[in-house]
Nanobody, 119 residues
Framework: QVQLVESGGGLVQAGGSLRLSCAVS????????MSWYRQAPGKQRELVAV???????NYADSVKGRFSISRDTADNTVYLQMSSVKPEDTAVYYC?????????????WGQGSQVTVSS
């Protein structure tokens, strides 16, 4: 099994920065990719950033150039560095671990962290 524990959410002013952390424990060798998603009130959950097992990264167009996903393999933590934040970045942010075995996909989710950007 894999467990995810998030930290680092809070209130930040527009233009500021915030870093989210996701501590990963359990069978981490089974993880194919780690991602951050977000869900704003009344909207669907959307992918923000993903880092694959080979270290490659991808970002939603809305956060490219402002957000950065990274990982520290020494302490099994994934980070989302958020810079130049905007009020539209306000959402609950979720850490996700994805495992793929043959054709089966297993998604594990963190508890969610509220990020509020004030204008």
């Amino acid at each position: 099994q894999v467990q995810l524990v998030e930290s680092g959410g809070g209130l930040v002013q527009a233009g500021g920065s915030l870093r989210l952390s996701c501590a990963v424990s359990g069978n981490i060798l089974s993880i194919n990719a780690m991602s951050w998603y977000r869900q704003a009130p009344g909207k669907q959950r959307e992918l923000v950033a993903v880092i694959s097992s080979d270290g490659s990264t991808n970002y939603a167009d809305s956060v490219k150039g402002r957000f950065s996903i990274s990982r520290d393999t020494a302490d099994n933590t994934v980070y989302l560095q958020m810079s130049s934040v905007k009020p539209e970045d306000t959402a609950v942010y979720y850490c996700n671990a994805r495992r793929v075995l043959w054709s089966a996909v297993d998604d594990i989710w963190g508890q969610g962290s509220q990020v509020t950007v004030s204008s």
